[in-house]
């Protein structure tokens, strides 16, 4: 383990990649596994280190625009505007593959994600490695992805070369994907930057139809990973939505009909939920957040559902917001995911 406060660690992180070798790298979103984009043989140790199929392809990672043609060409000039409002930060923007790139990154398709990071010591190693840096979430494929140096260690502890630990990930959750390749542009992946912000920049944005989970229409995702159960703990999950009363009264009943259960909560439900644990030993309460504050619920969710996963309860109840205005859009679909869109609304 690494520290990313320490420049002696940083220089080191480089060295190992710049060798060939994979690192745990912080970002603002969740910790990524980085490795350099161009060497194919390193991209395939990244699938296996993460037991990831190999159709589900990987962001690379540029220390800013300038360095964008080395990953993509035909470049629009809205990709310009979107770097300018929020690189380095948690937007990765599609667009189409620069054939330096090896066909492995991209899962064999002709487009690129690419975003640049917001944190100094993976743009430091970026600067050091000088090469564009291929990074998935550092976590084991179906987990959730972690969010500091212990989750990564928990799951790929062994299978990779050394972990950066630069503390807790300030967003939590990973970043939004806009494809630039489909007219209108198409929000893949809700994250840090909200729909609105995008709609300010691209005018009219498509939501694809697995960000919401209508699958119905038959049409294939526009990410790949989207048809994977992601982020998602071992044990199964329900989310909880709905008027808080309506919500309480459901969660209370579950709770009592089954021992076994872990609920992760807003910090408003303590008042209910906190007596009861003290009734019973086997329910397992983790606030993830007050549900006023969506920065503090994407900070604290895959901690919340990694702890809960931990706790060995049969299933996993998550209140989840109702609203989808900016951060909560991504909150609501990281919990859905997580309880492959098993939804109570009450
Ligand atoms: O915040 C993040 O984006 C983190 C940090 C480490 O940068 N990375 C991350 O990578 O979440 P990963 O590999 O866990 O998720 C990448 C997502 C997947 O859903 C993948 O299918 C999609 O981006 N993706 C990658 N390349 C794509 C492409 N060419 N077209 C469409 N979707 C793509
Ligand atoms: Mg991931």
Redesign the pocket.
């Known amino acids: 383990m690494l520290k990313s406060d320490l420049p002696a660690d940083v220089a080191r992180a480089a060295s190992i990649i710049r060798q060939g070798g994979l690192v745990a ?1 912080p ?1 603002e ?5 980085a490795g350099n984009a161009l060497d194919t043989s390193v991209v395939q140790r990244i699938y296996a280190a993460k037991g ?1 199929p190999s159709d ?4 690379v ?1 540029v220390r800013s625009f300038d360095d964008i043609g080395q990953v993509a060409q035909d470049v629009p000039d809205v990709a310009r505007a979107l770097a300018e409002g929020w690189w380095p930060g ?1 937007l ?1 923007v ?1 667009l189409p ?1 620069n054939p330096a790139i090896p066909g492995e990154v ?2 064999g ?1 002709p ?3 690419v ?1 640049s ?1 917001d944190h100094p010591a993976f743009q430091q190693v970026l600067d050091a490695a000088g090469v564009p840096l291929a ?5 084991t494929a179906g987990k959730p ?1 972690p969010t500091t140096a212990r989750h990564v260690w928990e799951d790929l502890r062994g299978k990779i070369d050394a972990v950066l630990d630069g503390g807790p990930c300030r ?1 939590g ?3 939004t ?1 806009v ?1 630039l390749v489909t007219d209108p542009p198409r929000l ?2 809700p ?1 840090g930057v909200s729909l609105e912000e995008l709609w300010d920049v691209l005018g009219y944005v498509e939501v694809d139809p697995a960000v919401s989970g209508d699958m119905t229409s038959g049409e294939a995702p ?5 048809k994977y159960r ?1 982020y998602a703990p071992a044990a199964p999950v329900t989310a909880v939505t709905g008027t808080p009363v309506n919500a309480l009264r459901y969660l209370l009943d579950r709770v009592e009909n089954n021992p076994d259960v872990a609920v992760v909560c807003f910090d408003e439900d303590l008042g209910f939920l906190g007596p009861l644990r003290e009734e019973s030993d086997d329910l397992v309460v983790i606030p993830y957040g007050s549900q006023e504050d969506p920065d503090a619920l994407s900070h604290g969710l895959f901690e919340a559902l990694r702890t809960a996963d931990g706790s060995g309860a049969d299933y996993i109840l998550v209140r989840c917001p109702e609203s989808n205005d900016g951060l909560y859009r991504a909150v609501r679909n990281r919990i859905l995911k997580a309880a492959a869109f098993q939804e109570a609304v009450l």
Do not use: Q, W
Request: hydrophobic fraction near 35%.
């Open positions: 790298l970002t979103t969740v910790y990524g596994l990831r589900n392809p990987l962001i990672h948690p990765t599609v593959k991209t899962g398709g487009t690129v994600a975003r990071p990074a998935p979430s550092a976590n992805s967003v959750v990973e970043s994907v494809s893949l992946r994250g526009g990410s790949p990973g989207m992601h």
